[in-house]
């Protein structure tokens, strides 16, 4: 007991200092009231140990607002927003459906505790040394109490709203306390008899919260919970669920081997304990070059022996990254292929919506706008330049010469322009022959305009994509996106995009415009392409 | 005095030193991973045309820098760190420009790799400037005619005969814990 203690105060005493130096941290970078702080501060005993008493107060605060704010937000007020007009019996029903399926159900696999990658487990029992045994037993008797502390004054002042007696309320919050002690039990033993961690298995993890979350807001709609109070409350299951909670509880305390059940989740490298590095690492696989794809015949081949210089490397380029272009055009293709199965399947079954879908259509053209924005592989194609090309040869002075900066623009531009025209071109005969089949009025210059639109707005996407890239030059080494100003160029042209769908155009006027704008758009794109991207496009 | 300019003198001609006469290389050399060394070195022998020895082909360049045939046709992505620094080596001895600055060479070089490298950087000192900063004084004694050491944000010339005595450590860190027991 003494050692649990004592246990106990040195966790929170290594978690108050953290979070203390945390927060003055942040505060010392808010701008002016930052300068208050001097950087001594960190060593101030007194000042911190009264910061950290704040900090304790307000975590207690918290976890108890917390508490409230759950059911509050996700579980009172969808039941009082969509069923007032219930008797409130009902009400209550459907909260304790909601109740159990969130807190018993989702909640027990997402909100794991011991098998759960922490960095303050990581930092307690790996840098400190504290035994594994006493820091997992300490915390757990912890959090068992403050879980169940946090959760029954919610309970009760929410079940007392809904009419119902209050003991229901903390019992309620008793058996939820109970309940997750053995979820946790079992958690721990799959662990040790199977060795796996089910916190790992995003999977199974994101199913069950996703049907977890289906389940307990369709009686919403249905009107009708799945289970009633009585079931819930009644002296049998609730007597076992507490012997059972009990059990539970002494299998935790007496488990033997806590070394390796921490061990498994606080690796150096667990991707969890660091979320932004696996994020980066994603988006880096994402674009990346696979190297044994590639036979020794064919990375001795001479069919580039003809080309030269910056043709040459983006040949070779285009040709080792047939990821980045073959697939997304493939998938692009499939998903075309889909819509027109889709509209061929409409035009069987219900002649009249497709007679009402070319002017429906004609009139509703700036859906192409955010369409073809999609449908440009511009962006990832960027996004691989970037990482497997540009990152690495940017450091030569060659490279950086603007004569060679905008021949390669060139070059890229042209690629670019002739593999989103394809798409166009796909997208155009689908789109056509729809119309055709339809067997609704339709009118050449109908089709026409069709055809001019999309083509013209795959060529704006193919120019904007690249010159986004040269001139804002956005990827950092991480392929994070670091220039505010390309997200808030791309957002005004998708803003144009929803916003003209508003106005219901007549589809002359809006080709007009549409040929005009990409014109306009592409001469001055190119124009300050040729003047600035000298200076713009380099490694940051 | 905290600013100048550099200059490079031929015979008794002085010229500004322009960006075409340096050639600067990494120590943690990055080159494009998607390419094999061959590939990469045709298109950098292709955009600097004008500035290389015509007679050479890339085979010949390879078999300065003892290149391995089957090495040669690999991507860039599967070397090893001496094999992506002899590549970067191998740009220069191509463009051959003037001076040569090297970042803390022969970090973290294997054995074998790094002798090589020492090798190939004595024989470019006949016709090239080359300047590098390290921190290993025993390749500074093997490889330097001139040595300044920076300490406290002050350059500081060391004496040639300092360089090839025996005592040269000593003096070294003599002359560098001078200034730190202030």
Same mark, same amino acid.
């Given at each position: ?55 304790f ?17 996700l ?13 409130i ?7 304790l ?19 759960? /990658? ?7 029992? =790996?840098?400190?040394?504290? /035994?594994?045994?006493?820091y ?5 008797t912890?959090?068992?109490l403050?879980?169940?502390l ?9 079940a !007392? ?9 903390a ?19 799959l ?11 995003l999977?199974?993890?994101w ?8 389940l307990?807001?369709?009686p919403?709609?249905?009107?009708e919970?799945? $289970? ?5 409350? %009644? ?10 909670g ?19 989740v606080?690796?150096?490298?667990? /991707? ?28 001795? %081949? ?5 080309? =030269? ?10 040709s *080792?990254?047939?990821r980045?272009?073959?697939q997304?055009?493939q998938r ?13 399947i ?13 002017p ?7 859906i192409?706008l955010?369409?073809?924005?999609y449908t440009?592989?511009?962006? *990832?194609l960027c ?8 990152? !690495?040869?940017l *450091?030569?002075?060659?490279?950086r ?5 905008l ?9 670019? $322009?002739?593999?989103? #025209? ?10 056509t022959s ?18 001019i ?23 950092s ?21 929803f916003?003209?769908i508003?106005?219901? %155009? ?17 001469i001055?794109?190119?124009f #300050?392409?040729?003047?600035f ?8 | 005095m905290?600013s100048? +300019? +550099? ?5 008794? #001609? !002085? ?11 990494? %120590?943690?050399p ?31 360049y ?6 391995g045939q089957?090495?040669r046709? *690999?991507?860039?992505k ?22 040569i600055?090297?970042?803390? /060479? ?5 054995v ?28 500074? +004694? ?31 860190i003599g002359l ?7």
């Open positions: 007991m003494a050692v649990m203690i004592r246990t106990l105060s040195s966790i929170l005493d290594i978690r108050s200092a953290s979070g203390t130096n945390r927060f003055i941290y942040y505060f010392k970078r808010i701008p002016m009231l930052g300068k208050l702080l001097k950087d001594d501060i960190y060593a101030n005993a007194v000042l911190k140990r009264t910061f950290s008493v704040i900090v107060i307000l975590k207690v605060l918290w976890g108890f607002m917390s508490k409230f704010a759950y059911i509050g937000i579980i009172y007020g969808p039941v009082i927003l969509t069923s007032s007009e219930l008797p019996k009902e009400q209550y029903q459907l909260y459906h909601i109740v159990l399926f969130l807190s018993f159900i989702v909640a027990a696999v997402s909100n794991v505790f011991i098998m759960e /990658p922490k960095r303050d487990k990581y930092i307690c029992v =790996k840098l400190m040394r504290l /035994p594994a045994s006493d997992m037993r300490a915390t757990l912890l959090q068992g403050t879980f169940l946090y959760f029954l004054p919610p309970m009760m002042v929410f !007392s709203l809904l009419g119902a007696p209050v003991w229901q309320g019992m309620l919050a008793l058996l939820l306390t109970a309940w997750r002690t053995i979820t946790e039990a079992l958690n721990l033993w662990f040790a008899k199977k060795g796996i961690v089910l916190a790992k298995k999977n199974w993890v199913s069950v919260i996703g049907v977890g979350f289906l307990a807001y369709l919403l709609y249905l009107e919970a799945l $289970i009633s109070t009585t079931q819930l409350f %009644s002296v049998p299951l609730t007597l076992v669920i507490l012997v059972l009990i059990a539970a509880g002494i299998y935790i305390a007496r488990y033997p081997d806590y070394r390796e059940a921490v061990d498994a606080t690796k150096r490298d667990e /991707p969890l304990l660091d979320v932004g590095r696996m994020m980066k690492e994603s988006r880096v696989k994402n674009v990346q070059t696979i190297e044994q794809d590639y036979t020794a015949e064919h990375l001795r %081949s001479s069919q580039w022996e003809g080309k =030269k210089g910056y043709a040459y490397l983006n040949a070779i380029f285009f *080792r990254h047939k980045l272009i073959i997304p055009m692009r293709l499939v998903i075309v292929l889909v819509f027109f199965l889709i509209g061929i409409t035009i069987l079954v219900s002649p009249e919506t497709s007679s009402k879908g070319v429906y259509l004609m009139s509703n053209l700036p192409f955010i369409i073809m924005n440009s592989i511009g962006e *990832r996004r691989g330049l970037f990482n497997n090309c540009d990152l !690495s040869l *450091r030569y002075g060659f490279y010469k603007r004569a060679a900066i021949h390669n623009f060139t070059i890229r531009l042209f690629k670019l $322009i002739r593999l989103n #025209l394809l798409l166009a071109a796909a997208i155009s005969v689908a789109g729809l119309i055709l089949l339809s067997g609704a009025d339709w009118a050449l210059a109908d089709v026409i305009i069709i055809w639109t999309i083509l013209c707005l795959s060529l704006f996407f193919s120019v904007h994509h690249l010159f986004m890239y040269y001139i804002f030059q956005p990827y080494t991480e392929l994070g996106v670091k220039n505010p100003l390309f997200t808030i160029v791309n957002s005004i042209v998708l803003a144009i995009g916003v003209s508003q106005f219901q %155009s007549t589809p002359v006027y809006f080709v007009l415009i549409v040929l005009l704008a990409t014109l306009v758009y592409m001055i794109a190119l #300050l392409i040729y003047k991207s000298a200076t713009t496009f380099r490694v940051k | 905290d100048g +300019a +550099a200059f490079l003198r031929k015979e008794e #001609l !002085s010229q500004p030193l322009g960006d075409e006469d340096v050639g600067y290389i990494f %120590s943690l990055i080159l494009p991973e998607f390419l094999t060394g061959y590939e990469f070195l045709k298109f950098y022998m292709d955009i600097n045309l004008d500035k290389i020895d015509p007679t050479k082909t890339i085979d010949d390879f078999a300065i820098i003892k290149f089957e090495d046709h *690999r991507l860039i599967g070397y090893s760190h001496g094999m992506k620094n002899k590549i970067q080596m191998l740009c220069f001895i191509i463009t051959r420009p003037p001076v600055l090297l970042d803390e /060479p022969l970090t973290s070089f294997d074998i790799v790094a002798l090589e490298i020492k090798k190939l950087l004595r024989e470019m000192k006949q016709d090239h400037i080359i300047i590098f900063s390290t921190h290993i004084l025993q390749l500074a +004694a093997d490889l330097c005619d001139e040595l300044v050491i920076l300490n406290h944000g002050l350059l500081q010339a060391i004496p040639a005969d300092t360089l090839h005595s025996p005592a040269f450590e000593e003096q070294i560098l814990s001078d200034g730190s027991d202030d």
